[in-house]
């Protein structure tokens, strides 16, 4: 092989690793980020429900949200969507949020 392509070779080796760790840092960077934003919590359904289903602690969940996002008019602990929906549900209510 010539003296060249083995040069051309090794540095293009070399620039691979650089970008890659370049990618890696940022990378990391961006998850960092997500994790300062602060977070609440949102209630959801923890399995499909159908229709008058009496809503439960069991039936439901909350999970981690971002606050910046949250629906309006979601609730964000259980109790509170208690009172707020008079414990029945006259449409179909699924996790992924279909109906």
Not at 54 to 61: G, I, V, Y
Request: glycine share 10%.
């Amino acid at each position: 092989m010539r003296t060249s392509s083995i040069i051309i070779s090794i540095a293009a080796v070399v620039m691979g690793a650089v970008a890659s760790l370049l990618v890696l840092s940022w990378l990391r960077s961006q998850g960092h980020e997500a994790t300062r934003e602060v977070r609440g919590t949102i209630v959801v359904a923890a399995s499909q429900l159908g229709l008058g289903v009496t809503l439960t602690e069991d039936n439901l969940a909350e999970i981690a949200w971002a606050a910046s996002t949250v629906p309006e008019g979601a609730f964000a602990t259980k109790n509170e969507s208690f009172g707020a929906v008079g414990n029945s549900r006259t449409t179909p209510i699924s996790r992924k949020g279909t109906t």
